[in-house]
Protein backbone atom coordinates (compact mmCIF):
# COMPACT_ATOMS: atom_id res chain seq x y z
CA UNK A 1 0.00 0.00 0.00
CA UNK A 2 0.82 3.84 -0.65
CA UNK A 3 -0.48 6.72 1.03
CA UNK A 4 -0.06 10.14 -0.87
CA UNK A 5 -0.81 13.08 0.59
CA UNK A 6 -0.44 16.84 -1.77
CA UNK A 7 0.61 19.97 0.03
CA UNK A 8 1.22 23.23 -1.33
CA UNK A 9 -1.95 24.50 -3.25
CA UNK A 10 -3.44 27.98 -2.41
CA UNK A 11 -4.91 31.37 -4.18
CA UNK A 12 -2.26 32.75 -6.89
CA UNK A 13 -2.57 36.05 -9.09
CA UNK A 14 -2.23 35.24 -12.80
CA UNK A 15 1.53 34.66 -13.55
CA UNK A 16 2.39 33.81 -10.73
CA UNK A 17 4.08 30.83 -9.24
CA UNK A 18 3.24 27.41 -6.49
CA UNK A 19 5.08 24.69 -5.68
CA UNK A 20 3.00 21.53 -4.78
CA UNK A 21 4.15 18.98 -2.60
CA UNK A 22 3.80 15.15 -2.74
CA UNK A 23 4.56 13.05 0.03
CA UNK A 24 4.39 9.37 -0.52
CA UNK A 25 4.83 6.71 2.47
CA UNK A 26 4.30 2.85 3.01
CA UNK A 27 6.06 0.59 -0.02
CA UNK A 28 7.62 3.29 -1.40
CA UNK A 29 10.48 1.14 -2.69
CA UNK A 30 7.86 -0.50 -5.23
CA UNK A 31 7.11 2.92 -6.50
CA UNK A 32 8.27 3.34 -10.62
CA UNK A 33 6.66 5.71 -11.33
CA UNK A 34 5.30 9.37 -9.78
CA UNK A 35 2.73 12.10 -11.35
CA UNK A 36 0.52 14.79 -10.83
CA UNK A 37 -2.61 15.03 -12.22
CA UNK A 38 -5.50 17.74 -12.05
CA UNK A 39 -9.07 18.00 -12.47
CA UNK A 40 -11.36 21.41 -12.50
CA UNK A 41 -15.21 21.37 -12.33
CA UNK A 42 -16.88 19.46 -15.09
CA UNK A 43 -13.89 18.19 -16.54
CA UNK A 44 -12.01 14.88 -16.45
CA UNK A 45 -9.40 14.78 -14.49
CA UNK A 46 -6.17 14.73 -16.99
CA UNK A 47 -2.31 14.04 -17.15
CA UNK A 48 -0.59 17.26 -15.90
CA UNK A 49 2.89 15.97 -16.04
CA UNK A 50 4.58 12.15 -14.41
CA UNK A 51 8.19 11.16 -13.92
CA UNK A 52 9.90 7.28 -13.68
CA UNK A 53 12.01 5.97 -11.84
CA UNK A 54 15.15 6.60 -14.32
CA UNK A 55 13.88 10.81 -14.33
CA UNK A 56 12.48 10.57 -17.46
CA UNK A 57 9.27 12.95 -17.74
CA UNK A 58 6.47 13.91 -19.96
CA UNK A 59 3.89 17.09 -19.76
CA UNK A 60 0.60 18.15 -21.13
CA UNK A 61 0.80 20.46 -23.88
CA UNK A 62 -0.59 23.30 -21.99
CA UNK A 63 2.22 23.54 -19.01
CA UNK A 64 5.02 22.77 -21.34
CA UNK A 65 7.91 25.58 -20.45
CA UNK A 66 5.86 26.86 -16.98
CA UNK A 67 5.66 23.20 -14.70
CA UNK A 68 8.34 21.27 -14.02
CA UNK A 69 8.05 18.06 -12.41
CA UNK A 70 10.65 16.93 -10.43
CA UNK A 71 11.47 13.74 -7.72
CA UNK A 72 13.59 13.08 -4.77
CA UNK A 73 13.57 9.36 -3.95
CA UNK A 74 15.44 9.45 -0.63
CA UNK A 75 12.92 11.79 0.13
CA UNK A 76 9.88 10.22 -1.15
CA UNK A 77 8.60 13.03 -2.60
CA UNK A 78 7.72 14.40 -5.56
CA UNK A 79 7.23 18.09 -6.78
CA UNK A 80 5.27 20.07 -8.75
CA UNK A 81 6.76 23.66 -9.64
CA UNK A 82 4.54 26.01 -11.36
CA UNK A 83 5.19 29.25 -13.27
CA UNK A 84 3.50 31.69 -14.96
CA UNK A 85 0.34 30.28 -13.65
CA UNK A 86 -3.27 30.78 -15.62
CA UNK A 87 -6.61 31.04 -15.08
CA UNK A 88 -7.26 28.11 -16.66
CA UNK A 89 -4.74 25.95 -14.35
CA UNK A 90 -7.06 26.54 -11.71
CA UNK A 91 -8.32 23.07 -10.58
CA UNK A 92 -7.91 19.97 -7.95
CA UNK A 93 -4.02 18.84 -8.29
CA UNK A 94 -3.76 14.94 -7.23
CA UNK A 95 -0.46 13.24 -6.94
CA UNK A 96 -0.26 9.45 -8.17
CA UNK A 97 1.90 7.08 -7.90
CA UNK A 98 2.54 3.30 -9.92
CA UNK A 99 3.84 0.67 -7.37
CA UNK A 100 5.08 -2.53 -8.98
CA UNK A 101 6.18 -5.03 -6.01
CA UNK A 102 4.23 -5.50 -2.98
CA UNK A 103 0.58 -4.07 -4.19
CA UNK A 104 0.68 -3.41 -7.49
CA UNK A 105 -2.08 -0.48 -8.55
CA UNK A 106 -2.22 2.85 -9.11
CA UNK A 107 -2.67 5.45 -5.97
CA UNK A 108 -3.72 8.45 -5.29
CA UNK A 109 -3.64 11.40 -3.00
CA UNK A 110 -6.95 13.76 -1.57
CA UNK A 111 -6.13 16.51 -3.87
CA UNK A 112 -5.25 20.30 -3.42
CA UNK A 113 -6.80 23.08 -4.61
CA UNK A 114 -5.03 25.24 -6.84
CA UNK A 115 -7.16 28.47 -7.76
CA UNK A 116 -5.51 31.31 -10.08
CA UNK A 117 -7.63 34.43 -9.65
CA UNK A 118 -6.95 38.02 -9.20
Known amino acids: QVNLVESGGGLVQPGGSLRLSCAASGTTWGINAMGWYRQAPGKQRELVAN???????NYADSVKGRFTISRDNAKNMVYLQMNSLKPEDTAVYYC????????????WGQGTQVTVSS
Open 96 to 107: NAIEVVVAPGEY
Open 51 to 57: IISSGRT
